[in-house]
């Protein structure tokens, strides 16, 4: 059953090179149902950590909430590509240009995988730097002036920054291997986990650090995001959803290790450090929102700011654990619906500019409204799921420090503000540049898929809010006992 989950994808990838991109589409939905599944049987009887495939891969309850958070939203994500596969198609795009498509997303998806389940810290860097590559010819899809900056610019920065994280495990091996000795033993992340309070405490704090500049620059934490916006806007809008929602989780994960192996030795410095990052990173985004003048920008720096707020609440501890383990799967779902539903937009207009787009009441009735509820959503207000994993956090940040709190809360508003105002006008006001605009934009000519899975998001995420399944529940409550999570259910 665990290895399904690496076998799926690297399967599908393959074939990929061979097959057709429209029967392709239909091989993708049933290898993201299957690995769905297999994870969805992986939670329901989870109950220790498993150890897989000669130790070099595990599951634990922490990389258990990011893998039921990857294959939740790579199925939504595959469900959508079968209806944007065919509507750019449709509009004139040769199938040629679609060729490799799957591919890379499948090699994305697998890297991802990789990484998240590896025991190695090795092989966790190796799934990293893959799905740097895998993803840089995606944002270069388009093959525009734009994209190609994008790309560059986030191969260069996430390059380096993966380098400095590779430093970080090369830190950590010198000195677990006074223990283990020069073995692959010396990487295993269960092995060091039990050797925490013998290893060089000063060694490990160094390690901790440019973990967090590292493996913190591909999660787009300031002032090393500088990458983020350009490559979340330019990639086709499948692709954005699963950078923004899953791949920054999957690079969380390596500081998080870090950060455990850390506590493990009885170093609780790193927190203040994790605080620092998250506070800045949220102060950083909330300024960039307001000034942003393309949606998929927007919803970039959005990015950014949830991820400023996770690292913040794994950083404070307590309730603000519970508050963070939930977001990571949250906000994938509600980031999801955002860049899927803004793609039907951009398919059909082929327009990025806020001020260009207007009365998605009218041309776009379902599209314009997960919109506006899905800037909602990702804002924490109820009856969205965000809301439960925000109020956990604020209320983690609030009983830490009451003036950090205050200045978090401010900007959450300042952001909500930025965000709903601009797409509150996208969705109400009127193009009065162009009279046709009427005639030539409706969501009419995009697939039913493409109309219906951010839809269906949005219904998740509302659900969610009010019942959670239970073994859901006990799997994050698990994860955050490594956190110092405060149990709360």
Not at 81 to 109: C, D, M, P, Q
Not at 450 to 466: A, G, H, T
Not at 467 to 478: A, E, G, R
């Amino acid at each position: 059953m665990y290895e399904l989950i690496l076998i799926l994808p690297a399967a599908a990838l393959i074939v990929s090179i061979f097959a057709d991109v429209l029967w392709m589409s239909y091989l993708q939905l049933a290898v993201s149902v299957l690995v769905f599944c297999a994870v969805v049987a992986i939670a329901l009887s989870f109950n220790s950590i498993t150890i897989f495939l000669g130790g070099f891969f595990f599951v634990d309850y922490i990389n258990l909430v990011i893998l039921i958070t990857v294959s939740t939203l790579e199925l939504f994500v595959a469900f959508y590509s079968f209806g944007y596969v065919r509507t750019e198609i449709a509009g004139g795009i040769s199938k040629r240009k679609f060729k490799f498509y799957y591919f890379w997303k499948n090699l994305f998806v697998f890297s991802m995988m990789v990484s998240i389940l590896s025991n190695n810290l090795g092989i966790y860097w190796t799934g990293l730097e893959a799905t740097t590559l895998a993803t840089a010819l995606l944002v270069s899809f388009n093959r525009t002036k734009e994209s190609f900056e994008a790309t560059w610019k986030y191969v260069i920065m996430c390059s380096v920054g993966i380098a400095i994280g590779l430093f970080a495990i090369v830190m950590l091996y010198f000195t677990t291997s006074q223990i283990y000795g020069e073995s692959l033993k010396s990487l295993s992340f269960i092995n060091i986990m039990h050797a925490g309070s013998k290893l060089d405490k000063n060694f490990l704090m160094l390690a901790f650090i440019l973990a967090l500049v590292g493996f913190g620059t591909k999660v787009g934490f300031a002032p090393m995001h500088n990458w983020l916006p350009d490559a979340h806007s330019q990639g086709p809008s499948p692709v954005s959803a699963l950078l923004s929602g899953v791949l920054l989780n999957t690079a969380l994960l390596g500081i998080l290790r870090f950060y455990q192996i850390n506590g493990a030795a009885g170093i609780y410095y790193p927190r203040y450090f994790l605080i620092g990052f998250g506070f800045f990173t949220i102060l950083v985004s909330a300024f960039s929102i307001i000034k942003q003048t393309d949606y998929k920008r927007l919803f970039a720096f959005s990015s950014m700011e949830n991820m400023g707020i996770i690292a913040l609440g794994f950083g404070i501890g307590g309730i603000a654990v519970i508050g963070s383990l939930l977001q990571i799967f949250f906000h994938a779902l509600n980031k999801g619906l955002l860049f899927l539903s803004s793609g039907n937009v951009l398919a059909v207009t082929h327009e990025r500019k806020i001020e260009k787009i207007r009365n998605l009441s009218k041309n776009f009735p379902i599209t314009g409204l997960v919109l506006l509820f899905g800037v909602m959503g990702i804002s924490g207000m109820p009856p969205f799921a965000m809301f439960l994993g925000e109020i956990y956090i604020m209320t983690g940040v609030f009983r830490s420090n009451i003036i950090l709190g205050f200045l978090v809360f401010i900007l959450l508003i300042f952001i909500f503000i930025g965000l709903f105002g601009k797409i509150l006008k996208m969705y109400a006001g009127n193009n009065d540049n162009d009279e046709r605009a009427d005639e030539l934009q409706s969501e009419n000519t995009a697939h039913p898929f493409m109309i219906y899975v951010p839809l269906i998001l949005l219904l998740v995420s509302s659900l969610l809010l009010f019942y959670i399944p239970s073994q859901f529940l006990n799997i994050v409550k698990s994860a955050s006992y490594e956190f110092g999570g405060k149990i709360i259910f």
